[in-house]
């Protein structure tokens, strides 16, 4: 194993035994501190950020980018300071002192029918706490995720989010197993407002402009009739969160053609849309959402194929 690695997850581990014996609003505060340094010392980043939002609201004046990117910095630095905390929520005592859930009627309604669901998210607000809640409010969920490529990092991460017995479904095999864990009648919480390389991609407006999205989850909950549960975890000014779970919905299958995959993508990338909008300076701004501007599409032979394999019944072995 690379020595670069060794030493990433030592430095992981020493900022983590700091901030997991201090205090949980003095560990915030120091997170939050840390995620302004880091403005500080990575411009390019912050050029980024400032682009995304220049383009997504050209009627913004710099002023107010410059002070959104200052919340964001502050927010992600103290994301990363409750992500190795996570394990250190106490179950439901904590869950009714740290969060307040909005539209639990929502996720009880997807429970209810009894054939899983997808709860839609975005890199918005504290992501990773659904990791801890979900479980708490009576139901089996896997969380897509990326595999890191330090492993050891990666072990750990994945002790932390799965900590209140949820599981991760790796992004790198998805398909099949985001089908396997529906047809187990369990959720699958994902985010999907990242950047997908064009020929895995369809082409649908994020904020104005038009941005690569994977048109696999609109593939499977198409085929599947999946319930999808458009859920939010906002950051408060004090320290705790707010959970809004919106009313839940299927898309329309038609016939399957490209332009129903395309329409049906471009809703869900718009509920996500919508679900930033709420809070701005809680966005991943710094992600290189929107990479090339030459248009593109998937041929239909191809999604149509995609969508069957992908929503066959999977096997043990998969």
């Not at 016939?255 to 869900?268: C, F, G, H, K, P």
Request: glycine share 8%; aromatic share 10%.
């Amino acid at each position: 194993m690379k020595l670069s690695y060794r030493l990433e997850y030592l430095a992981l581990r020493a900022i983590a035994a700091l901030v997991r014996c201090l205090p949980r609003t003095t560990a915030l505060a120091l997170g939050r501190n840390l995620g302004r340094f880091g403005r500080l010392v990575q411009p390019r980043r912050v050029a980024i950020a400032s682009d995304n939002l220049q383009q997504a609201f050209p009627e913004m004046s710099e002023t107010e980018r410059d002070a959104i990117i200052h919340q964001m910095f502050g927010h992600l630095g103290a994301s990363f300071v409750d992500m190795l905390r996570l394990d250190l929520y106490d179950g439901l005592d904590d869950l009714e002192k740290y969060f307040t859930i909005e539209g639990l009627e929502h996720l009880q309604e997807v429970i209810n029918l009894g054939r899983g669901g997808i709860m839609l998210s975005g890199h918005v607000g504290f992501w990773e706490a659904g990791a801890y809640f979900v479980p708490l409010l009576g139901t089996k969920a896997g969380f897509v995720a990326k595999p890191m490529r330090n492993p050891l990092v990666g072990a750990y991460f994945e002790k932390m989010r799965t900590s209140s017995g949820c599981y991760l479904i790796n992004s790198r095999k998805g398909a099949r197993r985001i089908v396997k864990t529906l047809q187990q009648n369990h959720l699958v919480g994902l985010l999907m407002d990242q950047h997908v390389r064009p020929k895995d991609a369809v082409l649908v407006p994020f904020f104005g402009r038009p941005a690569y999205t994977t048109p696999i989850i609109t593939q499977i909950a198409m085929k599947l009739q999946t319930p999808i549960l458009p859920s939010f975890v906002y950051r408060t000014e004090d320290n705790r969160y707010t959970v809004r779970f919106e009313p839940m919905f299927t898309l329309d299958a038609g016939d399957m053609s490209e332009e129903q995959i395309v329409r049906n993508t471009a809703l869900l990338t718009e509920k996500i849309e919508q679900g930033i909008r709420r809070d701005i300076s809680q966005w991943f701004w710094l992600h290189r959402r929107w990479r090339d501007k030459k248009p593109g599409r998937v041929a239909r032979e191809e999604i149509r194929n995609t969508a069957e394999q992908n929503t066959s019944t999977p096997t043990d072995e998969e």
